[in-house]
Nanobody, 122 residues
Framework: QVQLVESGGGLVQAGGSLRLSCAAS????????MGWFRQAPGKQREFVAT????????RYADSVKGRFTISRDNTKNMVYLQINTLTPEDTAVYYC???????????????WGQGTQVTVSS
């Protein structure tokens, strides 16, 4: 089992930035790809970004390319999502996730965090 705990969400004005963090614990010895999903009010959960175990590969949803940056620090079992130039459309609960497969990360992650709320005011 892997436990994931997100932090860093909050209320921010449009144009601002946030950095979300995800702390992993438990069986972190597995070579998990990590990443983020989000769910806006009234919408389905959607893939945002993923990063491979080594950190050498990343993939983003088209809607966030150029504004979001995912990174990880395996020495600390941490994953980060830097979000820049926030818009009200980024308002959502952001979920950290872990998957045994980088290529299939956005289909069915193995573990989920509880989520952190990001609210962007116009």
């Amino acid at each position: 089992q892997v436990q994931l705990v997100e932090s860093g969400g909050g209320l921010v004005q449009a144009g601002g930035s946030l950095r979300l963090s995800c702390a992993a614990s438990g069986r972190t010895s597995g070579n998990y790809a990590m990443g983020w999903f989000r769910q806006a009010p009234g919408k389905q959960r959607e893939f945002v970004a993923t990063i491979s175990w080594s950190g050498g590969s990343t993939r983003y949803a088209d809607s966030v390319k150029g504004r979001f940056t995912i990174s990880r620090d395996n020495t600390k079992n941490m994953v980060y999502l830097q979000i820049n130039t926030l818009t009200p459309e980024d308002t959502a609960v952001y979920y950290c996730a872990a998957s045994g497969s980088y290529s299939r990360f956005d289909n069915r992650p193995d573990y989920w965090g509880q989520g952190t709320q990001v609210t962007v005011s116009s």
